[in-house]
């Protein structure tokens, strides 16, 4: 690459391929000395009192698969430094660089290759960007939250459902009919009652009369004593069921 137009378009933009394929081949170089470094360490440390000699054949141990690896690794970085010199850093043919300007004779400056505009936007679209991120996690909050009253709401709609349900299978109306009915049944018994005790005075005024007409045994005022005990306890039992 050295004296090729390559080199002499990147010279102009202050680029040196060479010194960034350097530059990477060190630190793999650094990494993987390191990585061995801390392995030793770790297996030292794993051996725990070992003896100098054996402390010393892990260190050839270890310094024998590293230069293996090392070896593999530089040919693989080799392949990789030729690939960029001749593929990767290669002026495609027919560029050429700003020539020089007829109004004052000097070359184009560089920053001019950099649109200003064109920054200006590509600030604006991270900005819009960044603004849309922020949107995007509020909107998210806001379903999660209206997907939480969804789950509410539904659960309330089963519980009116099951509401209706039971006044469907419980109708009200029914409910007063028979309440309606009892409460008429229970008039009737009270009517019945209020006659028959009203005939029994009745007739324990007539009994009185007849005494005093010349009978002088002794009379017991009857009172409820002429109700026979199963209209009593028919009675109850229809007060139980109101």
Same mark, same amino acid.
């Given at each position: 690459?050295?004296?090729? $137009?390559?080199?002499?378009?990147?010279? &102009?933009?202050?680029?040196?391929? =060479?010194?960034?394929?350097?530059?990477?081949?060190?630190?793999?170089?650094? &990494?993987?000395?390191?990585?061995?470094?801390?392995?030793?360490?770790? @297996?030292?440390?794993?051996?725990?009192?070992?003896?100098?000699?054996?402390?010393? $054949?892990?260190?050839?141990?270890?310094?024998?698969?590293?230069?293996?690896? =090392?070896?593999?690794?530089? +040919? +693989?970085?080799?392949?990789?430094?030729?690939?960029?010199?001749?593929?990767?850093?290669?002026?495609?043919?027919?560029?050429?660089?700003?020539? @020089?300007?007829?109004?004052?004779?000097?070359?184009?400056?560089?920053?001019? #290759?950099?649109?200003?505009?064109?920054?200006?936007?590509?600030?604006?679209?991270? $900005?819009? #960007?960044?603004?849309?991120?922020?949107?995007?996690?509020?909107? +998210?909050?806001?379903?999660?939250? #209206?997907?939480?009253?969804?789950?509410?709401?539904?659960?309330?709609?089963?519980?009116?459902?099951?509401?209706?349900?039971?006044?469907?299978?419980?109708?009200?109306?029914?409910?007063?009919?028979?309440?309606?009915?009892?409460? @008429?049944?229970? +008039?009737?018994?009270?009517?019945?009652?209020?006659?028959?005790?009203?005939?029994?005075?009745?007739?324990?005024?007539?009994?009185?009369?007849?005494?005093?007409?010349?009978?002088?045994?002794?009379?017991?005022?009857?009172?409820?004593?002429?109700?026979?005990?199963?209209?009593?306890? @028919?009675?109850?039992?229809?007060?139980?069921?109101?």
């Amino acid at each position: 690459m050295e004296g090729s $137009e390559s080199e002499r378009v990147f010279d &102009t933009f202050n680029l040196n391929p =060479q010194l960034f394929i350097n530059e990477v081949r060190n630190a793999v170089d650094d &990494t993987v000395d390191g990585a061995f470094e801390f392995y030793r360490e770790k @297996a030292l440390a794993v051996l725990g009192n070992a003896s100098q000699d054996e402390a010393d $054949e892990l260190n050839k141990g270890i310094s024998s698969i590293s230069s293996v690896i =090392q070896e593999a690794l530089d +040919r +693989r970085l080799d392949m990789w430094e030729k690939y960029c010199l001749h593929s990767c850093f290669v002026v495609p043919e027919g560029f050429s660089l700003p020539k @020089a300007d007829k109004s004052d004779g000097t070359l184009m400056d560089v920053d001019v #290759l950099f649109d200003a505009d064109l920054d200006v936007q590509l600030d604006s679209l991270r $900005e819009k #960007l960044f603004l849309a991120d922020k949107e995007a996690t509020k909107l +998210r909050s806001e379903l999660q939250l #209206l997907e939480k009253q969804s789950v509410l709401s539904d659960k309330c709609a089963e519980y009116v459902n099951e509401a209706v349900q039971l006044f469907e299978e419980n109708s009200l109306p029914d409910m007063f009919q028979e309440m309606q009915k009892t409460a @008429a049944e229970l +008039r009737e018994k009270i009517e019945n009652l209020r006659v028959k005790r009203t005939s029994e005075i009745r007739q324990d005024k007539i009994e009185r009369m007849h005494d005093l007409n010349g009978h002088t045994f002794m009379h017991q005022r009857k009172g409820f004593s002429r109700i026979e005990f199963k209209d009593v306890l @028919a009675f109850v039992a229809d007060m139980k069921n109101i």
